[in-house]
Structures are given as C-alpha cells and as structure tokens.
Nanobody, 123 residues
C-alpha cells in the first residue's frame, strides 16, 4: 500500500484546510486509517483515526471539535477537514493505514505511512 498525502499549505489562524490521503497499490476499504502530525523537533502526535466502515472515529484532545476525519472507500481516499486552525497546528501531517485494527490512536499500530504534507498556520 502506498499513501500519498496532499492539501497542506499556508493558512491564517482561524482558517480551514482539507487534507487528502490517496491510497494506491491495493484497496484500503477494509483498513483503519489515521492522521498523525509532527511539529519541528517534537514527537509524533495522534490527530484522528477512522475505522474501515467509518463507524468509529477518534480524535486527539487538541483536535477534537475542530477536525473531522472521513473516508471515501470508492475513491480509496481519506480526508481530514481542519477548521479553526491555530498556530500550534503547524506540523507535518502524515496519513497511515492499519490492515488489522479498528481506528487505533497509537502510531505503532499502523503498518503503512505516507510521506507527509506540511501545514503552516500563521498569525
């Protein structure tokens, strides 16, 4: 499975941005998917995850209520809608896929990772 994240960029605080993660190589329709992020010099942080049918979603404490994860299995793509962006949301965002799990919040549960897309929030 190859994952390609896109949609990052520069946005002002309070603005919105939508990230996409397109999978190729095989269908990820039965995979749990997630987004993690890593700020410069910081640890990798859980952002959001979604089960293979989309019935279960989990969010990190810092993104709950502002971010929404969704998926379109027909397009083999997962999305992250980010609203009310804050300066502290600045990071490289990675998408990940887990063939065996159910929307885990733990990074080591995910076998496949994309290359990351930079999100920069300015004041």
């Amino acid at each position: 499975v190859q994952l390609q994240a896109s949609g990052g960029g520069l946005v002002q605080a309070g603005g919105s941005l939508t990230l996409s993660c397109a999978a190729s190589g095989r269908s990820v329709s039965t995979y749990a998917m997630a987004w993690f992020r890593q700020a410069s010099g910081g640890p990798r942080e859980f952002v959001a995850s979604i089960s293979w049918k989309g019935g279960i979603t989990n969010y990190g404490d810092s993104t709950k209520g502002r971010f929404t994860i969704s998926r379109d299995n027909a397009k083999n793509t997962v999305y992250l809608q980010m609203n009310s962006l804050k300066l502290e949301d600045t990071a490289v965002y990675y998408c990940a896929a887990d063939q065996f799990g159910g929307a885990s919040v733990v990074s080591r549960a995910y076998e496949y990772w994309g290359q990351g897309t930079q999100v920069t929030v300015s004041s």
